[in-house]
């Protein structure tokens, strides 16, 4: 891979005495793969995370010739080096794959405004077409709106809500076959550990998957699902400035804790989620379709439209957790209490146990 064809690619230059690359034994070595703890050059390193991604795609068989595959495209590094690697994938080894990049606004200023810039641009560098859905078109609401509603807390709630049903609504208006994400290694060993902190076994049956959806509207593929994000091309990158306070934040500190006591604790965590069992008595959700939007869900109606009710009642907490809106100081002290219940009992999910 060229390194002027990635948008702000950096890699540190090689120190006077480092040793040479293990794969060409010619160039200087720039950097240590945490994978394998091999020591590579640049060029062989773009080699071999282009080939491996390739890999990866082939052994899953994540796509076939003529489908059409809408790339989600936030503006962050994961998915425009997802966009840069596939479409130049795509025409080395003759996929066939007609490839749109898919934008979700959600109206977050100062931070979406700027990233949806870079966007446009991978659109005329890579020569992919874009389209752009955003929450005010689909919902009457920014993010902003939202966060003067409900505050810091639980934002991230109506966000990962709104945005996973904005991808499908914008992906069927391109028609397209699949939707691919750039969740690579470190994301999925965060959603491993969540799921397990939740107790949610619904998810972590399926949180390791390299293709949900297939009993949805449109199947999503995570081609970057064993690529650690140090070795995604720190091209561009800007954290949602309403995320700090996101749960995840904290498994994802635990996540680069372990990394750097084992670099291959990523990976590992993967494979113990893959190899979880679930008890065969387990209760799962089954999945229909929301009464109002006629999305996928569980329930009557679907998240989605639940939060959005919430919203435009003016009890913008409707829909997150079990506190009841108008309920007293004393229905809060008792819902804490019952909280620390809660989370002093073992690996009991919503819908059954684990089974080890």
Same mark, same amino acid.
């Given at each position: 891979?060229?390194?002027?064809?990635?948008?702000?690619?950096?890699?540190?230059?090689?120190?006077?005495?480092?040793?040479?690359?293990?794969?060409?034994?010619?160039?200087?070595?720039?950097?240590?793969?945490? =994978?394998?703890?091999?020591?590579?050059?640049?060029?062989?390193?773009?080699?071999?995370?282009?080939?491996?991604?390739?890999?990866?795609?082939?052994?899953? /068989?994540?796509?076939?010739?003529?489908?059409?595959?809408?790339?989600?495209?936030?503006?962050?590094?994961?998915? @425009?080096?997802?966009?840069?690697?596939?479409?130049?994938?795509?025409?080395?080894?003759?996929?066939?794959?007609?490839?749109?990049? &898919? %934008?979700?606004?959600?109206?977050?200023?100062?931070?979406?405004?700027?990233?949806? !810039?870079?966007?446009?641009?991978?659109?005329?560098? *890579?020569? &992919?077409?874009?389209?752009?859905?955003?929450?005010?078109?689909?919902?009457?609401?920014?993010?902003?709106?939202?966060?003067?509603?409900?505050?810091? #807390?639980?934002? +991230?709630?109506?966000?990962?809500?709104?945005?996973?049903?904005?991808?499908?609504?914008?992906?069927?208006?391109? #028609?397209?076959?699949?939707?691919?994400?750039?969740?690579?290694?470190?994301?999925?060993?965060?959603?491993?550990? &969540?799921?397990?902190?939740?107790?949610?076994?619904?998810?972590?049956?399926?949180?390791?998957?390299? @293709?949900?959806?297939?009993?949805?509207?449109?199947?999503?593929?995570?081609?970057? =699902?064993?690529? *650690?994000?140090? !070795?995604?091309?720190?091209?561009?990158?800007?954290?949602?400035?309403?995320?700090?306070?996101? *749960?995840?934040?904290?498994?994802?500190?635990?996540?680069?804790?372990?990394?750097?006591?084992?670099?291959?604790?990523?990976?590992?965590?993967?494979?113990?989620? !893959?190899?979880?069992?679930? %008890?065969? @008595? @387990?209760?799962?959700?089954?999945?229909?379709? +929301?009464?109002?939007?006629?999305?996928? /869900?569980?329930?009557?109606?679907? =998240?989605? +439209?639940?939060?959005?009710?919430?919203?435009?009642?003016?009890?913008? =907490? &409707?829909?997150?957790?079990?506190?009841?809106?108008?309920?007293?100081?004393? /229905?809060?002290?008792?819902?804490?209490? #019952?909280?620390?219940?809660?989370?002093?009992?073992?690996?009991?999910?919503?819908?059954?146990?684990?089974?080890?």
């Amino acid at each position: 891979m060229d390194g002027s064809a990635a948008d702000g690619a950096r890699l540190p230059p090689p120190r006077a005495g480092s040793r040479l690359c293990v794969r060409c034994g010619e160039r200087k070595a720039a950097l240590k793969r945490p =994978k394998t703890l091999e020591q590579i050059c640049r060029e062989c390193f773009y080699i071999v995370f282009e080939d491996e991604i390739h890999q990866t795609i082939v052994e899953n /068989s994540l796509f076939k010739a003529g489908e059409r595959v809408a790339i989600g495209a936030s503006g962050g590094k994961d998915s @425009t080096v997802l966009a840069y690697v596939l479409s130049e994938l795509n025409r080395r080894h003759n996929y066939g794959l007609d490839l749109f990049l &898919l %934008s979700v606004d959600e109206g977050i200023t100062g931070y979406r405004d700027d990233s949806l !810039e870079t966007v446009k641009r991978n659109e005329i560098q *890579y020569g &992919l077409p874009l389209k752009i859905v955003s929450y005010k078109d689909l919902y009457g609401w920014t993010m902003d709106d939202i966060v003067k509603a409900i505050g810091l #807390k639980n934002n +991230c709630t109506f966000c990962g809500v709104f945005r996973r049903q904005a991808l499908d609504r914008g992906a069927a208006l391109l #028609k397209a076959d699949k939707i691919v994400t750039g969740h690579n290694a470190d994301d999925i060993a965060e959603t491993v550990l &969540l799921n397990i902190l939740r107790g949610d076994i619904a998810r972590l049956s399926r949180c390791t998957l390299i @293709t949900t959806g297939e009993d949805g509207p449109i199947p999503r593929c995570k081609p970057f =699902k064993y690529t *650690y994000e140090k !070795e995604i091309l720190d091209y561009f990158s800007t954290e949602c400035i309403y995320s700090p306070n996101a *749960y995840r934040g904290f498994a994802r500190e635990f996540i680069k804790d372990l990394e750097r006591m084992r670099p291959r604790a990523i990976l590992d965590i993967i494979k113990s989620g !893959e190899n979880f069992r679930i %008890s065969a @008595t @387990t209760r799962m959700p089954e999945q229909g379709t +929301c009464g109002r939007c006629g999305y996928i /869900s569980s329930q009557k109606l679907c =998240k989605a +439209c639940v939060l959005l009710d919430g919203l435009n009642r003016g009890l913008p =907490k &409707l829909g997150i957790g079990r506190t009841k809106a108008g309920a007293g100081a004393d /229905s809060d002290g008792k819902q804490r209490a #019952k909280r620390r219940e809660r989370n002093t009992l073992s690996l009991q999910g919503k819908h059954g146990n684990f089974d080890f």
